[in-house]
């Protein structure tokens, strides 16, 4: 079995700061994705990537950047934190194509002040 | 694109009684189906899929049913119990898909 980290657990910033988020896996997963959890909206796709350098917008990526440095890795940054923001960011990786399981790390819980 | 709008957005049913949740997706090209729990302070698991090509899929007390003609997809757990008590999701792919779509969401809550 593999698992998927994510880091920080609880991150807290001010309005207008950049923050990055982080994410491991060890599955050996072509595939990684970034969603962002908002009670009653579900899970939106931020980012995805399917190999190394590759990077593929999804539906809610204006205000982030991310980055896929090597396979096992893959980055989120929040370019401009908005007041009084709170989500949880959920990482996740797979096998290549729409129809693969995807595997959830715990999240990264977002509030900004 | 593809629309997922996923009901009920909270249940609670009594331990041992029947909880249904449901799907609706617009896309007809939607090939693949999947059902996920995520517990409380974690991630998302994968309780079970489904191809196109199948009507209904039963699997230790869950039973997933596909009704392509209303592009509705149900899961059914027959017999709740308070473990049960989680958010639901649903998620949706076409064929040549390269990532799912997920639901809204459904929190679960049994009661004993």
């Known amino acids: 079995g593999g698992i998927i980290t994510q880091t920080p657990k609880f991150l807290i910033g001010q309005e207008g700061q950049k923050l990055t988020l982080k994410c491991q896996q060890n599955?050996?997963?072509?595939?990684m994705y970034w969603y962002r959890q908002d009670s009653g909206k579900g899970l939106r796709l931020i980012y995805y990537?399917?190999?190394?350098?590759?990077?593929q917008k999804g539906d809610l990526s204006e205000g982030y950047d991310a980055s896929r440095e090597k396979k096992s890795s893959f980055s989120l940054t929040v370019t401009s934190a908005q007041k009084n923001e709170m989500a949880v960011f959920l990482c996740?990786?797979?096998?290549?194509?729409?129809?693969?399981?995807?595997?959830f790390g715990p999240g990264t819980r977002l509030t900004v002040l | 694109g593809e629309q997922v709008e996923q009901r009920p957005p909270h249940l609670s049913v009594r331990e041992g009684d029947s909880a249904i949740i449901i799907c609706t997706y617009t896309d007809s090209a939607t090939a693949y189906f999947s059902w996920y729990k995520q517990e409380a302070g974690a991630g998302l698991q994968l309780l079970m899929s489904v191809l196109s090509n199948v009507d209904r899929k039963e699997e230790q007390g869950l039973t997933v049913l596909l009704n392509k003609k209303d592009k509705r997809l149900s899961l059914n757990l027959t017999a709740a119990h308070p473990g049960d008590s989680a958010v639901y999701f649903c998620a949706v792919s076409p064929n040549s898909g390269t990532y799912q779509r997920f639901g809204t969401g459904t929190k679960l809550q049994v009661v004993p």
């Open positions: 990537s399917i190999t190394e350098n590759d990077l």
């Open positions: 599955f050996n997963h072509d595939t």
């Open positions: 996740a990786s797979s096998i290549p194509g729409g129809n693969a399981e995807q595997f």
